[in-house]
C-alpha cells in the first residue's frame, strides 16, 4: 500500500532525476530503494544511527551515500539541500523533543520548494487504534498520533500540509498468526488505500508537507 501511495505522491510531484533526496532514519533501505528507482533519483542519501540497519541498507542500495550519526546534534552531517526529505515509521517512535529536533533540521536541510514524506502508522480513531484503546490501559498502550496532532506537528514547526493519505484500514493481528483470506483483504486494502472520504478511520497514514 505504502508503495502504491509513495509512487502517486511522487507523481503528484513531479519528483525528477535531478532532485537530491534524503530519507532519514532509513533502517534497511526499504523507502530509499523505492523512491530511488521510482524517481530514478540517483542522488539518494539514507541516514540512521545504526550501523547494523546501515549495514542492511548498504547491500539493498550500493548507489546511496549513506551517512551514520545524529543530524539533530550535528546538522553538517547532512546539510542538504534536499529537494525531498522522507521519514517512515520515526515519527510516532520518537519523543517529542526529538520530533521538534528533527523537523527543524528538516527545515534547514530542505531546498525551497522542497517536500516532506512522512507516515504514522497507528491512527487513534482507526479499528485498530479503538480495540486499542479499549483493550489496553494508558501505561501500556503504544505510541499513537491522530490525524490532526501529526498535521499540527508539521505546522507548528513551519511547514504547510499539502495533502494526507490513508490506508491499512482493516484491523490486524500483531502475534504472528495468519489471516483469513489474505487475498481478498489485499483486494479491499488496494481498494481502500488513498480514498479520502474514509480518510479519518485510516490505520496508517502518510503526510505531505512542504515549507510554508
Known amino acids: 500500500m505504502e508503495q502504491q501511495l509513495l509512487a502517486s505522491i511522487l507523481d503528484r510531484m513531479?519528483?525528477?532525476?535531478?532532485?537530491?533526496?534524503?530519507?532519514?532514519?532509513?533502517?534497511?533501505?526499504?523507502?530509499?530503494?523505492?523512491?530511488?528507482?521510482s524517481a530514478k533519483i540517483p542522488s539518494a542519501v539514507g541516514i540512521d544511527i545504526s550501523p547494523e540497519m546501515?549495514?542492511?541498507?548498504?547491500?539493498?542500495?550500493?548507489w546511496a551515500t549513506l551517512i551514520q550519526g545524529d543530524v539533530t546534534a550535528d546538522p553538517a552531517l547532512a546539510p542538504g539541500p534536499f529537494d525531498l526529505i522522507?521519514?517512515?515509521?520515526?515519527f510516532l517512535n520518537a519523543e517529542p523533543t526529538l520530533r521538534?529536533?528533527?523537523?527543524?533540521?528538516?527545515?534547514?536541510?530542505?531546498?525551497?520548494?522542497?517536500?516532506?514524506?512522512?507516515?504514522?502508522?497507528?491512527?487513534?480513531?482507526?479499528?485498530?487504534?479503538?480495540?486499542?484503546?479499549t483493550r489496553t490501559s494508558r501505561a501500556t498502550r503504544p505510541a499513537?498520533?491522530?490525524?490532526?496532532?501529526?498535521?499540527?506537528?508539521?505546522?507548528?514547526?513551519?511547514?504547510?500540509?499539502r495533502q494526507v493519505v490513508g490506508y491499512s484500514f482493516l484491523p490486524y493481528r500483531r502475534d504472528g498468526r495468519?489471516?483469513?483470506?489474505?487475498?481478498?483483504?489485499?483486494a479491499i486494502e488496494t481498494r481502500l488505500a488513498g480514498n479520502g472520504a474514509l480518510l479519518p478511520a485510516a490505520g496508517s497514514f502518510i503526510v505531505v508537507a512542504s515549507l510554508d
Request: glycine residues 8%; hydrophobic residues 45%.
Open 178 to 186: 495468519k489471516l483469513l483470506a489474505p487475498s481478498v483483504r489485499r
Open 54 to 62: 546501515l549495514g542492511l541498507a548498504r547491500a539493498r542500495c550500493p
Open 86 to 90: 522522507t521519514a517512515f515509521r520515526f
Open 14 to 37: 513531479s519528483a525528477s532525476s535531478h532532485w537530491c533526496f534524503a530519507d532519514f532514519a532509513c533502517g534497511t533501505g526499504r523507502i530509499l530503494e523505492f523512491i530511488s528507482a
Open 100 to 133: 521538534s529536533q528533527v523537523l527543524t533540521w528538516m527545515r534547514m536541510a530542505l531546498r525551497q520548494g522542497g517536500w516532506v514524506v512522512a507516515n504514522f502508522h497507528r491512527n487513534p480513531a482507526s479499528l485498530r487504534g479503538t480495540y486499542l484503546r
Open 144 to 161: 499513537m498520533m491522530s490525524i490532526e496532532d501529526a498535521c499540527e506537528l508539521f505546522k507548528v514547526h513551519g511547514f504547510k500540509v
